[in-house]
């Protein structure tokens, strides 16, 4: 299983001195976050993409590329890539040229948000979601899989001709995680494709990620990717920690408090009913092993843990305790007993070989045949 942590990198102020962070400085904490994620042995780090206050992750590609230039070994991921209101033509270009500056250190989560006003920031209609998801998502696969495309659909201008540049990294696309919550037909669109599904259950009760992701596993078999405990899944989760339980209540109901998405509820509720985990250590390493019970094997497990302006300080003394206390743990336990033909987290080939210290795909170059117009790229008429 990979383990690592995601952000979706609000800017809160810190309920002990009503002072947020600045914008600069959040992004730099988001830098410094992911590189100690790297040298605590966590797998990923992953940012969401938002384009409204108070949040700062608006360019993914910019921070994950800055990332990529200061670490070696981490994969990169985004929690979630809006595939809604993003135009599928830039993600194709820009993602696969993300590919290639961290050798291939990358995957993607899609998904549509959870703000409907992104819609016609965009020039979208949010009544349209599910439907742009679908479109857009099935234009970037081409693009990624094909050259000199024609394409035609409802959400964009037609394509005559097109090929996405750069190509994938040694041909290989970026793995893809479909992110959702609740909504059904991103489980089937996963499936469809044989691609992961992400559920991000960090506010959801136990036996609705059950529903969701047995639906997933149900249809990745339907399709014919392999049978349903060879699917990809992957979930959220949400942390605190102190020496003991008590502690950890006592130093997180602010930031609880203080958190947009927590209000009207009780700490008591979440941390009965969803993955939102405050106590010891033991009590997040006892609460994640049963997840398992829940989905059956899964591949990634993702943790937010600087969500309603915790201090950079405290985030990081988080970081250090998921990554030299609990993860090992946890690793070592699912690991240990995960049964024959669960395949682990997809990675590309050339990172693969980063970690294995095997011989690395041999490069070929791009080369367009002698009927295309070496301006345009398109075919000689």
């Not at 993409?49 to 070994?73: C, G, K, Q, V, W």
């Not at 033909?341 to 693969?352: M, N, S, Y």
């Amino acid at each position: 299983m990979h383990f690592g942590i995601f952000t979706v990198g609000d800017i809160t102020a810190d309920p002990a001195t009503g002072k947020p962070p600045s914008e600069h400085q959040r992004i730099k904490n988001t830098i410094e976050m992911a590189v100690a994620a790297e040298d605590l042995g966590l797998d990923f780090f992953a940012t969401g993409e938002h384009h409204n206050p108070p949040f700062a992750p608006s360019s993914p590609i910019s921070l994950l590329s800055n990332i990529a230039a200061r670490t070696d070994r981490l994969l990169l991921s985004t929690a979630t890539t809006l595939i809604t209101t993003n135009d599928p033509v830039r993600l194709a270009e820009e993602y696969a040229y993300l590919q290639h500056v961290s050798d291939g250190r990358l995957d993607l989560m899609m998904g549509r948000g959870n703000t409907g006003p992104v819609y016609p920031w965009f020039g979208k209609d949010v009544r349209k979601g599910i439907e742009l998801a679908v479109e857009n998502y099935d234009l970037l696969r081409t693009l990624w899989t094909e050259t000199n495309v024609d394409w035609s659909g409802e959400f964009r201008t037609p394509l005559t001709d097109f090929t996405s540049m750069p190509r994938p990294l040694d041909g290989v696309a970026p793995f893809v995680w479909h992110g959702s919550i609740r909504s059904p037909q991103i489980a089937e669109q996963a499936a469809y494709y044989g691609d992961g599904f992400f559920h991000n259950n960090i506010f959801w009760p136990a036996d609705h990620v059950k529903r969701m992701t047995d639906l997933y596993r149900q249809r990745f078999e339907h399709y014919g990717h392999g049978r349903a405990e060879e699917a990809f899944v992957g979930l959220g989760g949400q942390v605190f920690m102190a020496s003991s339980e008590r502690e950890a209540i006592d130093r997180y109901e602010p930031y609880f408090r203080n958190t947009y998405v927590y209000q009207g509820a009780s700490l008591e509720e979440m941390t009965q009913h969803t993955p939102l985990t405050v106590g010891a250590p033991e009590q997040v390493i006892e609460k994640y092993l049963r997840y398992r019970r829940v989905v059956g094997d899964y591949q990634r497990q993702a943790f937010v843990i600087d969500m309603g302006g915790v201090p950079h300080a405290e985030v990081m003394r988080q970081l250090e305790l998921l990554g030299t206390v609990v993860v090992p743990a946890l690793r070592a336990e699912l690991e240990g007993s995960r049964p024959d033909g669960v395949p682990d987290a997809p990675l590309h080939p050339r990172h693969l070989a980063t970690l294995t210290g095997a011989e690395p795909p041999a490069e070929e170059p791009f080369a367009l045949a002698e009927s295309y117009d070496p301006l345009t790229g398109r075919r000689a008429r």
